[in-house]
């Protein structure tokens, strides 16, 4: 079946070690996306890609990255991690840039947890 | 910014009977979309209501959208254990290219 895989599911990290998510995708979509959800809270978009064009959130903080080295594969780097960046990390994806009419196709999400 | 409010926050109901959760926007919409999140896990789509569209059904769910009150419900019908989960709607913003979540509604169905 086509789908949106993330890996690791669970990820620890210490305080300040950089730290790599993965997420890849059997659909073909052309925008994939990066959501951080926090406890109890809506996911809030991060930065998308559209081909290979980045479209980054206006407050999305420097310390996160990243990066799409073709269709199927999307990094999410977080350089320095603090506590506050202890969430899900959700990737999705959408065929095209036009997301609203479109449904999202969402991987399981990683959980980030800082040390 | 948040554009979506969904009321209530939490819901417990009883199995097999109906459960009633709604979202207000601050913006006119080209779209509407609600998804469903089980805990600890991705959000998955249920059902995308446009604009021009008032009422939409699929399966036990039932979804409409008023443009004059800037709102939207989703109705779960006969609700079973499974339906337990998060549901939020989503609709764009400032473009069409994006689309922004809701605060959710988090629903228990007791057995």
């Known amino acids: 079946d086509a789908m949106v895989i993330q890996n690791p599911r669970y990820q620890v990290t210490q305080f300040g070690k950089p730290v790599t998510l993965s997420c890849s995708q059997t659909?073909?979509?052309?925008?994939m996306y990066w959501y951080q959800q926090k406890s109890s809270q809506a996911p809030k978009l991060l930065f998308h890609?559209?081909?290979?064009?980045?479209?980054n959130e206006a407050d999305t903080p420097d310390n996160f990255q990243s990066r799409r080295p073709n269709t199927s594969f999307c990094f999410l780097d977080i350089r320095s991690p603090g506590l506050g960046d202890a969430a899900m990390y959700l990737c999705?994806?959408?065929?095209?840039?036009?997301?609203?009419?479109?449904?999202?196709?969402f991987g399981d999400g990683t959980r980030l947890s800082i040390l | 910014s948040q554009q979506g409010e969904e009321d209530p926050q939490a819901l417990s109901i009883q199995e097999g009977e109906n459960a009633t959760m709604n979202c207000s926007y601050k913006?006119?919409?080209?779209?509407l979309q609600w998804y469903r999140q089980n805990s600890g896990r991705g959000l998955v789509h249920l059902i995308l209501?446009?604009?021009?569209?008032r009422e939409k059904h699929s399966g036990r769910l039932r979804v409409t959208l008023d443009t004059s009150k800037k709102s939207s419900s989703l109705l779960i019908t006969a609700s079973r254990a499974a339906d337990t989960a998060s549901y939020f709607c989503?609709?764009?913003?400032?473009?069409?290219?994006?689309?922004?979540f809701g605060s959710g509604t988090r629903l228990s169905i007791r057995p």
């Open positions: 209501i446009r604009s021009n569209e």
């Open positions: 913006t006119s919409i080209n779209n």
């Open positions: 989503a609709t764009d913003y400032s473009s069409a290219s994006k689309i922004i």
């Open positions: 890609y559209y081909d290979k064009d980045f479209n």
């Open positions: 659909l073909n979509h052309n925008v």
């Open positions: 999705a994806t959408s065929r095209d840039l036009f997301g609203s009419n479109q449904p999202q196709h």
